[in-house]
């Protein structure tokens, strides 16, 4: 069985630093792009960052690209999410995902190859972790 | 404000079909067929119901299908039944600077 098990929520200061943590089993992880996406307090879905199997490639959004980076160990099928200066608005049920494992993608509309572009989706998510921020 | 227009509610009674809508520009819905669609429970994680626009994984009933025509794409669901009742939130891929961008969500409630 597939299975993503997130860890390392909790209670932050502003300005504070947390890493998340997510744990997968039942598929072989380091073929898969795997996500983060999170969810504040009665809000919608915001996608946070992605990287690919390998490691070699990584995305993120808007809001955190900065102070956020994403890594996994492949050798433990683990997947982190490090935060850095973080804000009130950063508060959140932190997900992970795991993505497809399809080919690269070529944007006509910019003229690049992505792992991203047919990979977009997410297929598996796990239960979230909570990520407070207050002082 | 999500990047994503969908109503922010739908309802429907038991048996019948109800469609959400979701509208983007040709950055991201109109220019990829890489639309997602996503069941949402209270208090359970998001559970993919349609990619591709149209495709359903393994496990999901048929009574949900997806389609797109020009920068809207839309989730239908027929035969509404009780356990239908929650978020659904619509997803695209947006090309390789925003990468990929969310719906608001849409509140399903089957009188």
């Known amino acids: 069985e597939v299975q993503l098990v997130e860890s390392g929520g909790g209670l932050v200061q502003p300005g504070g630093t947390l890493r998340l943590s997510c744990a997968a089993s039942g598929f072989a992880f380091s073929d898969y792009v795997m996500s983060w996406v999170r969810q504040a307090p009665g809000k919608g879905l915001e996608w946070v960052s992605a990287?690919?199997?390998?490691?070699?490639?990584?995305f993120y959004a808007g809001s955190v690209k900065g102070r956020t980076t994403i890594s996994r160990d492949n050798s433990k099928d683990t997947l982190y999410l490090q935060m850095n200066s973080l804000r009130a608005d950063d508060a959140a049920v932190y997900y992970c995902a795991k993505n497809p494992n399809h080919s690269m993608f070529y944007d006509i509309l910019t003229g690049y190859y992505t792992a991203f572009g047919s990979n977009y989706y997410m297929d598996v998510w796990g239960r979230g972790t909570t990520v407070t921020v207050s002082s | 404000q999500s990047a994503l227009t969908q109503p922010a509610s739908v309802s429907g009674s038991p048996g019948q079909s109800i469609t959400i809508s979701c509208t983007g520009t040709?950055?991201?819905?109109?220019?990829?067929?890489?639309v997602s669609w996503y069941q949402q429970r209270p208090g359970k994680a998001p559970k993919l119901i349609i990619f591709?626009?149209?495709n359903r994984p393994s496990g999901v009933s048929d009574r949900f299908s997806g389609s797109k025509s020009g920068n809207t794409a839309s989730l239908t669901i027929s035969g509404l039944q009780t356990e239908d009742g929650a978020h659904y939130y619509c997803?695209?891929?947006?090309?390789?600077?925003?990468?990929?961008?969310f719906g608001g969500g849409t509140k399903l409630t089957v009188l």
């Open positions: 990287i690919t199997g390998g490691g070699d490639s990584t």
């Open positions: 591709d626009v149209s």
């Open positions: 997803h695209s891929f947006a090309g390789t600077s925003t990468h990929v961008v």
């Open positions: 040709s950055s991201d819905i109109g220019a990829y067929n890489f």
